[in-house]
């Protein structure tokens, strides 16, 4: 397997994190939670500080005594974005949630299409991405590693993609380690990964100040 360009490490993350802002353009129903929405923003918050991790475990040479992470577990590749493809299928879940529980305007109806035609649970690209088992190993005695993204399809027109496009849709990725600038490469693309994540976080944490209070964060049955 060829070494896949490092600007392709972990881009897949934003294709349906990038759904959010435009979900929270739509009206929202009556079926609408905002303790399910605040959730979202929690396990957003999770991912975004698995990613720093990945970018500090790639972009430094050794582990620092007085690093952020100096008090944890040395971090390892695979387990770091084990855990991110963990959460990555909750966050799934949670933005089918977001669809659902909304209206789109004939202005977001196309963003609201496509965000379902990936998160509703009788989709294939969703089926494909819960059943896919958690993929990261390292070959070629630590040189490398390899794991396999899921990207979401942009401009299709379909109410959902089914399971053989979804499995086409499957990118097998093999990146280098084998050098200080591989790794700092990787490390950057972690970064670019957190940078796009942030941007979701802001419009959402906007959203919540201008849309809840905390009496609807705490009822079980918020509206």
């Not at 007085?66 to 387990?79: L, Q, R, V, W």
């Not at 855990?83 to 669809?99: N, R």
Request: proline share 7%; hydrophobic share 40%.
């Amino acid at each position: 397997m060829d070494i896949t360009p490092p600007a392709g490490f972990l881009a897949e993350l934003g294709d349906i994190h990038d759904f959010i802002p435009g979900l929270l353009d739509c009206e929202r129903k009556s079926g609408w939670h905002w303790p399910t929405f605040y959730l979202l923003y929690v396990k957003l918050d999770r991912v975004a500080m698995l990613l720093m991790q990945v970018g500090h475990l790639f972009g430094s040479p050794a582990p620092e005594p007085d690093g952020p992470f100096a008090d944890d577990a040395a971090p390892d590749a695979p387990g770091l974005l084990g855990m991110i493809d963990t959460h990555q299928k909750t966050i799934v879940a949670l933005v089918f949630q977001l669809y659902r529980n909304t209206r789109p305007s004939a202005a977001g109806q196309a963003i609201h299409d496509l965000a379902g035609a990936h998160v509703h649970p009788k989709s294939g690209w969703y089926q494909t991405l819960m059943a896919g088992p958690v993929s990261c190993d390292t070959g070629d005695g630590g040189r490398t590693f390899q794991r396999t993204a899921l990207p979401a399809a942009t401009g299709i027109r379909c109410e959902r993609i089914d399971a053989v496009t979804a499995e086409c849709m499957l990118r097998h990725q093999r990146f280098d380690t084998d050098s200080v600038t591989a790794r700092q490469q990787l490390a950057e693309a972690a970064g670019a990964a957190g940078a796009r994540l942030g941007a979701v976080q802001r419009t959402m944490s906007r959203y919540l100040l201008a849309n809840c209070t905390m009496e609807d964060l705490l009822h079980p049955c918020s509206r």
